[in-house]
């Protein structure tokens, strides 16, 4: 993202929490808006797709403790209401990639190691200028990847290993990263190697952007290598075992720190981020931790009570004991046998009993029926429903 879209996009409103929401709130809220503009579930809606990517954007801020404490920073000092050079400020004769280089501190050389206010310039991760004057092409973070998976509903409650093919931008082979056909490109005089150029922004302030002569990459290839055409990075196509843990839920999206593509010239390489698809299953459903499941019973079984046996996901049959009278629509729990926590602990399954009718009756059975009828006498189980609908 750009200098001007990490400092004004309020990505709290995005996902539509307070400033001091919690990582949980976070978490609640991305995964709300995730869901509901999916492209998977908005197939063709460009609008959808966009907000998709916007939450995203977001999440992938805000979602992160140290990311986000750089962009709170950055607003707080930067933003609206923030930091806003006035009349004058320039005579100062600095402007923001002095502040970051080290010029906070007299005698301090612009780009030196260890000069200025230390840590200050990661609140913006390499978007200013921190490397001016230094003649060494700097090293650069890897490229963030996106995959999706579709597990099954049992893989998802227990977790899976799958492999992952994926593809991303990596070191030519041909040419060792380097872009020269000869492997020998030298330092880009126009951004002295830092793959980086200042620009005004009146006021004493300056913004810095990608170099265009050398694209960024702090070297020219004099002799360009035909594989990656000069850019020393090529498509690469690798598969990865990916661990995916226990109780994920559809639409879930899970980081992999440093899976993603490699750096160049030293640097870090990127995110993994995976979004989880989950099966349905025949028989079982989730609420949260919880598995749930439907159950039909006798009428003989819910008036006069008994046990029936209830099956799990991929363990044995529990027991449950009916009492007598109980209703269509009961909810039973059967603890410690839902989805794995990721405590290790797990969840229940809610059984829900259904009092199932018979479509045909034998003449035995119906004219038991009917006894039965008769022995009830008059009573009526919708007595008194209709005063009660009124409202009265």
Do not use: W
Request: charged share 25%; net charge positive.
């Amino acid at each position: 993202m750009s200098t001007k879209d990490f400092i004004e996009k309020d990505y709290y409103k995005v996902l539509g929490v307070p400033k001091d929401a919690t990582e949980a709130e976070i978490k609640k809220a991305y995964r709300k808006l995730a869901r509901e503009n999916h492209p998977d579930a908005n197939t063709g809606d460009a609008r959808a797709e966009e907000r998709f990517k916007s939450v995203t954007e977001a999440y992938d801020v805000l979602g992160d403790a140290k990311r986000r404490k750089e962009y709170d920073e950055a607003r707080a000092l930067f933003g609206p209401g923030g930091f806003r050079p006035g009349p004058g400020s320039g005579q100062f004769g600095f402007d923001l990639g002095d502040l970051f280089n080290g010029g906070g501190q007299p005698g301090a050389a612009p780009g030196a190691a260890g000069a200025g206010f230390g840590g200050i310039g990661d609140v913006f991760g390499g978007l200013f200028n921190r490397g001016g004057g230094t003649g060494r092409p700097q090293p650069r973070r890897g490229q963030d990847i996106e995959s999706e998976v579709t597990l099954s509903f049992t893989e998802a409650v227990s977790g899976a290993t799958v492999p992952l093919r994926m593809s991303s931008s990596a070191a030519c082979k041909a040419c060792s990263g380097t872009g020269d056909k000869n492997g020998t490109p030298r330092v880009c005089p126009t951004c002295v190697g830092t793959g980086q150029v200042s620009r005004g922004g009146g006021g004493g302030f300056s913004l810095t952007d990608p170099c265009t002569d050398c694209r960024g990459r702090g070297l020219i290839a004099d002799d360009p290598c035909t594989v990656c055409r000069g850019s020393g990075r090529a498509t690469s196509s690798r598969t990865m075992q990916v661990r995916i843990p226990a109780g994920v839920s559809d639409g879930q999206r899970i980081r992999l720190r440093g899976k993603g593509a490699p750096g160049e010239r030293g640097g870090p390489s990127g995110d993994l981020n995976v979004v989880v698809h989950v099966d349905a299953h025949p028989v079982f459903g989730r609420r949260g931790d919880n598995l749930t499941i439907t159950v039909p019973v006798t009428f003989p079984e819910a008036a006069l009570g008994g046990e029936i046996k209830v099956p799990t996901l991929g363990g044995p049959p529990v027991t449950l004991k009916l009492p007598p009278g109980t209703p269509g629509g009961l909810t039973m729990r059967a603890r410690g046998k839902g989805a794995v926590r990721k405590d290790g602990t797990r969840g229940d399954l809610l059984v829900t009993i259904e009092v199932a009718v018979p479509r045909d009756l034998g003449e035995t059975a119906r004219k038991a029926l009917e006894e039965y009828r008769v022995a009830q006498g008059d009573e009526d189980p919708r007595a008194g429903l209709f005063e009660a609908a009124k409202g009265e």
